[in-house]
């Protein structure tokens, strides 16, 4: 590989874990994935969970621990996208190539072949890959991913080992993303931590992601170039403005609003989302809070059709302050 593709791979590339026991939060699976290595009997697979889990990672990570680094140049492992591959006769026919011949000199008799994205089979193709595998169970061991454990058919879950996938913890996630700015020597401060976590919903791709898309703008990582990265606002930004409608600065809220639209060029319907996740945390009632929710529904809607973005928030903004004048 040159030095330009190094530096240029993608982060969730270059840190993706080369050996099982690099794989985070996923103890259980890890264990029995080990446990097989030991034996060398490897069994058909299922792995299933939530995107950027580790899913994709972990096959390649158990086929290089099993085979060695040239797992893929010798011809051991072979990698199948189900959402690319038109139809079950292509499958097919990679299959047949790939388990034909197993490579010499090896002391494992079978190839791995990875099919994720398994779930995106229809039921059909589903039942003819079932029949592929039989057939070619001698050469080849078969390791499904998929999100969703109840796309795939009974007869290939019966006959693979399943393997569920969690959801990454907060605490996971944050320690991946601090030793992964450690090593592109980022300052990234613990709010933005925060708020990389809490977009990334437990997905490490999505974190990953989100670190390398801020790093491209400054290597001073912060709340605030994080939600600008995703197009957010930050919740300090909103709470602001929020704070100044119900406090009756109505001129001064005005001028924040304008900043956000016209200074950071964000769109009215960016401002609503970031009004929406605030609202919950405003101090009013459950059902003024409901009232404000339906409003904001419909100015999104107004925005949409084309109404001044300004002059629709802060008719928003005004409600908000009636409302909790109304509560004192
Ligand atoms: N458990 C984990 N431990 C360490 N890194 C992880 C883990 N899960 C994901 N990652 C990181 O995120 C990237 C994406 O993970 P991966 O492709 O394995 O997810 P996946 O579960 O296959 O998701 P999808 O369902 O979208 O295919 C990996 O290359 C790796 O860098
Ligand atoms: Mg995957």
């Known amino acids: 590989?040159?030095?330009?593709?190094?530096?240029?791979?993608?982060?969730?590339?270059?840190?993706?874990?080369?050996?099982?026991?690099?794989?985070?939060?996923?103890?259980?699976?890890?264990?029995?994935l080990i446990n097989i290595l030991k034996t060398k009997t490897v069994p058909h697979m299922l792995f299933t969970g939530p995107p950027g889990t580790g899913k994709t990672a972990t096959a390649h990570a158990f086929a290089r621990d099993l085979y060695g680094p040239n797992y893929i140049e010798d011809g051991w492992f072979v990698e199948i996208n189900a959402s690319d591959e038109r139809g079950i006769q292509t499958i097919r026919d990679?299959?047949?190539?790939?388990?034909?011949?197993?490579?010499?000199?090896?002391?494992?008799?079978?190839?791995?072949?990875?099919?994720?994205?398994?779930?995106?089979?229809?039921?059909d193709a589903q039942h003819a890959f079932r029949r592929v595998m039989e057939q070619y169970s001698s050469t080849c061991?078969?390791?499904?991913?998929?999100?969703y454990s109840n796309r795939i058919i009974e007869?290939?879950?019966?006959?693979?080992?399943?393997?569920?996938?969690?959801?990454?913890?907060?605490?996971?996630i944050i320690r991946r993303i601090k030793w992964i700015a450690e090593q592109e020597k980022l300052e990234v401060d613990d709010a933005a931590l925060e708020a990389i976590y809490e977009f990334s919903e437990g997905d490490m791709r999505k974190a990953i992601n989100t670190l390398q898309a801020a790093a491209s703008i400054s290597s001073k990582i912060d709340e605030k170039s994080v939600y600008y990265i995703l197009g957010y606002i930050s919740r300090g930004e909103i709470r602001k403005i929020i704070e100044l409608a119900i406090g009756g600065n109505f001129l001064q809220a005005r001028d924040e609003l304008r900043?956000?639209?016209?200074v950071q060029g964000l769109s009215g319907s960016d401002i609503v989302s970031a009004i929406y996740r605030e609202l919950f945390y405003l101090d009013l009632s459950e059902?003024?809070?409901?009232?404000?929710?339906?409003?904001?529904?419909?100015?999104?809607?107004?925005?949409?059709?084309?109404?001044?973005?300004?002059?629709?928030?802060?008719?928003?903004?005004?409600?908000?302050a009636v409302k909790s004048k109304k509560k004192k």
Do not use: H
């Open 259 to 262: 900043k956000l639209i016209y």
């Open 155 to 172: 007869p290939i879950q019966s006959r693979c080992a399943v393997f569920r996938f969690r959801p990454l913890m907060k605490n996971d």
């Open 1 to 32: 590989m040159s030095l330009e593709a190094i530096t240029t791979l993608p982060w969730v590339e270059k840190y993706r874990p080369k050996t099982l026991t690099e794989i985070i939060n996923q103890e259980e699976v890890i264990t029995s």
């Open 287 to 320: 059902e003024d809070k409901l009232e404000l929710l339906d409003l904001l529904g419909e100015i999104d809607y107004r925005i949409s059709e084309g109404g001044t973005e300004e002059v629709q928030l802060m008719a928003f903004l005004a409600r908000l």
């Open 141 to 147: 061991r078969f390791v499904l991913a998929a999100n």
């Open 94 to 123: 990679k299959v047949k190539m790939f388990a034909r011949q197993i490579p010499m000199g090896g002391e494992i008799g079978f190839k791995i072949l990875l099919l994720d994205e398994s779930d995106q089979l229809t039921d």
